[in-house]
């Protein structure tokens, strides 16, 4: 896998960057496939982000590779690894978790704007996201924005619930409140990439991001997020963070490196 010098550039200036053409288009269709399968059975980390009195279904699920094979494939024998890997320049790349998120047409509730990092029980600069697109996404059918260069500013903001239940898990941590950045930030530092079926987004753990609803009456907003930790990465159970599938057992400080969080590339 070979990530151009434009590319980690952009990735390291702004905390995101858009590729096409990475991945093998034979994805798009599989996990399309798998997405349904996990609708119709979801785990039990599963949640409905949406009002149902206003909104049709906004759906999440994280650690689907855990359970289901199709996924599991993706995770361990698609491109998103080896891309983790040459975009951060790590030796060593571990899956730390995904995450499924269908938003239906006519979904209403946005995704906040907020930070991937302070939610994880993890430390390090080498955290990154990877958003592949099963349609067609525009600013409209919920496309991702980003506060270009907010990974660099050193703060990290509270977490707070997609759904609006259990933010209490969230105390203690000691973050500031995210700032209302539609109406502090300009427009011009805002990015929402169009997308494809099959292009990619990933963006560093620290970059301010959040959705729109979908507001299309006829095209699904279909993404999933792979997240990914490098070299620098360690295990960091600090108050204030979600929970992951189950305890992994290891120490504060330590590596990744266990079946919850396996090693999947090296260079």
């Given at each position: ?65 855990i ?30 978790f ?73 105390d ?30 990933i ?10 609803g ?36 290891i ?17």
């Open positions: 896998m070979k990530i151009s010098a434009t590319e980690k550039e952009t990735y390291f200036r702004d905390g995101v960057v858009k590729i096409s053409g990475a991945f093998d288009p034979k994805w798009v269709d599989f996990l399309r496939k798998a997405t349904e399968e996990s609708l119709k059975n979801p785990g039990k980390m599963a949640e409905e982000y949406g009002d149902d009195e206003k909104s049709t279904r906004f759906f999440g699920d994280q650690f689907v590779w359970r289901n094979g199709d996924f599991k494939k993706f995770i361990l024998e698609s491109e998103a690894a080896a891309i983790a890997g040459e975009l951060m320049g790590s030796n060593k790349i571990n899956m730390f995904d995450h499924l998120l269908v938003k239906e047409p006519g979904a209403v509730e946005p995704t906040p704007w907020h930070q991937d990092g302070p939610y994880w029980k993890v430390r390090g600069e080498q955290v990154c996201s990877i958003w592949f697109a099963m349609d067609n996404v525009t600013e409209a059918t919920g496309g991702v924005r980003y506060v270009k260069g907010s990974h660099n500013t050193g703060i990290r903001y509270r977490p707070q619930s997609f759904s609006g239940d259990g933010n209490d898990v969230y203690g941590g000691g973050l500031q409140t995210m700032p209302d950045i539609d109406a502090t930030v300009s427009s011009d530092d805002i990015i929402c990439y169009d997308l494809n079926p099959g292009d990619c987004l963006h560093h753990a620290n970059t301010i991001h959040g959705a729109r979908n507001a299309a009456s006829n095209t699904r907003r279909r993404g999933y997020a792979t997240r990914w930790t490098g070299d620098d990465v360690c295990w960091d159970p600090r108050e204030g963070t979600a929970d992951v599938l189950y305890d992994p057992d120490e504060p400080g330590g590596p990744l490196d266990c079946d919850l969080f396996p090693v999947v590339w090296k260079r």
